[in-house]
């Protein structure tokens, strides 16, 4: 009904403003901490390049290349290559945010010694959410548009890509927590950092964990929408056509398609007022 095609939406934005209010506050959050540990020098004065080198090498991963990487915040272990790159605050920075930010990214390099599960798990997903993230939405859209002729089986084919996104990140949480925790472990375990330093590197990792947190919630949260408009084009039979009102330059829905009758006519003209017909 109307009503409840009216609810739903409103559900939906309650749950996906806050989503990304979260965002928000923790791409801030992750910034601020790391800006004001950054300033920290560590007591024993070693860089972010050496504290994951140092890591790597006790732990017997003399392999692992640690190299640079252009950008803020671009830090990452490649897997496949057994790589760990850093970027330039990170690698050459002596503080305590570059020595929280290299040990977390040693860690993973410690996750695939050690045959981490999660992290197989989510180093198995990574083919799918290639595809899913770029082919997902195109699949999605053609099968919406076209569900009037051929049925809703390739939106929700489109709609699982789109899942395989959200399941993504959320394994990737116990990933880096677990991470982070070996992190503070060794930074303390191995003499890099003084127990009374380890606070402000850990204020810098948990506020990374934040970030996947907010991802996590919103990448879960975006299929509800689409789950939705499935299910209602396979409900009425109809396709919604959005088009620019250009009278005051914002888009507004304000056509319907009828497609049941299966003829060669199509109709599109503006509805207003009527909630029943209006996508």
Request: one cysteine or more.
């Amino acid at each position: 009904s109307a009503a409840s095609d009216v609810y739903k939406r409103q559900l939906f934005l309650l749950l996906s403003l806050p989503a990304l209010a979260l965002g928000i506050w923790a791409q801030f959050k992750v910034r601020s901490a790391f800006s004001k540990n950054a300033e920290i020098k560590t007591s024993t004065g070693m860089t972010g390049s050496q504290v994951a080198r140092r890591i790597l090498d006790i732990n017997g991963l003399n392999d692992v290349q640690v190299e640079q990487v252009n950008g803020f915040l671009s830090d990452h272990y490649d897997p496949r290559h057994r790589v760990l790159r850093l970027s330039p605050d990170v690698y050459a920075g002596n503080s305590l945010s570059a020595a929280g930010v290299a040990a977390h990214e040693a860690g993973h390099a410690l996750q695939h010694k050690d045959g981490y599960a999660m992290l197989k798990v989510r180093s198995a997903m990574v083919p799918a959410v290639q595809i899913g993230s770029w082919l997902g939405p195109l699949i999605f859209l053609a099968g919406f548009f076209m569900a009037g002729m051929i049925g809703t089986s390739l939106a929700w084919l489109g709609f699982l890509l789109f899942a395989a996104v959200a399941a993504f990140a959320l394994v990737t949480l116990p990933v880096e927590f677990d991470a982070s925790n070996r992190a503070k472990r060794l930074l303390v375990s191995q003499n890099i950092l003084f127990p009374q330093e380890i606070g402000g590197a850990s204020a810098v990792l948990n506020a990374a964990a934040l970030t996947y947190v907010a991802a996590a919630v919103h990448a879960a949260l975006a299929p509800y929408d689409h789950v939705f408009d499935v299910r209602r084009r396979h409900s009425d039979g109809r396709r919604c056509v959005h088009f620019p009102d250009v009278s005051d330059g914002v888009f507004q829905v304000g056509a319907v398609v009828d497609v049941t009758n299966q003829r060669d006519q199509a109709h599109a003209a503006p509805v207003e007022g009527d909630s029943a017909d209006t996508c």
